[in-house]
């Protein structure tokens, strides 16, 4: 069954550096999500992207964070400089147009 | 705009005990319900679905029937595994778009042997 893939699964950061999250989503899905999990709370919708520009973002999503697809098979988050509370599990997913809607196993950021 | 409410956890069953995880929604028309499953340490899988009024949705002896005159979507297992144990997302596309999902706040079910 085709996945999403995510790397790295686990990344611990200083405060104020930048980091870059990875995910492969499903070759013929069109649209790319990332979502955020802050330990034991709800899952958060920050972005959605689509036809290489951001469709729909959150309150979250401020000029900290970014989307990229730079190429064919890739779709990044990065966040300029983090802070402790963008410690969270934040999970890409990828859909085609008929709720085929999946997700990464997640990537675990920690801000120390 | 669309919403998810879930009962509170933890819930904790014995192994073979009935299970019921509540979700009630809030929505304009009537959109597709999903549940969802994170087991611990990995990402959301999707459990099951429905995509109308009276569907059924099942998968791996979890059911959810989707019911418009309650506006619920109530997660029911017959006998649950310790395999089982989990947390459950209840989750539904938001009003303008309908690939965005608006999660519940998840219920964390834990079966003891």
């Known amino acids: 069954e085709p996945e999403v893939t995510q790397t790295p699964s686990h990344q611990v950061t200083q405060m104020g550096q930048e980091v870059i999250l990875r995910c492969v989503p499903i070759s013929n899905h069109l649209y790319f999500y990332w979502y955020r999990q802050i330990l034991g709370q709800k899952v958060e919708f920050l972005v959605s992207?689509?036809?290489?520009?951001?469709?729909?973002k959150s309150e979250i999503f401020d000029d900290q964070f970014s989307v990229e697809r730079p190429d064919g098979s890739n779709f990044t988050l990065k966040i300029r400089s983090t802070k402790l509370e963008d410690s969270a599990m934040y999970f890409c997913?990828?859909?085609?147009?008929?709720?085929?809607?999946?997700f990464g196993s997640g990537t675990r950021l920690t801000v120390v | 705009g669309n919403s998810v409410t879930q009962m509170e956890g933890p819930v904790t069953l014995s192994e073979e005990a009935f299970l019921t995880i509540n979700c009630t929604y809030t929505?304009?028309?009537?959109?597709?319900l999903f549940w969802y499953v994170q087991y611990p340490g990995e990402g959301l899988q999707l459990l099951l679905k429905?995509?109308?009024?009276?569907d059924k949705g099942s998968n791996k002896g979890f059911e959810a029937t989707y019911r418009k005159e309650t506006t619920s979507f109530h997660l029911e297992k017959g006998s649950v595994q310790v395999s089982d144990s989990a947390v459950y997302f209840c989750a539904l596309p938001t009003l303008y778009n309908f690939n965005k999902f608006y999660f519940g706040s998840g219920t964390k079910l834990n079966v003891k042997p």
């Open positions: 997913a990828s859909s085609d147009d008929t709720y085929g809607y999946t």
């Open positions: 992207f689509y036809n290489n520009e951001i469709s729909e």
């Open positions: 429905a995509t109308k009024a009276d």
């Open positions: 929505a304009t028309g009537y959109p597709s």
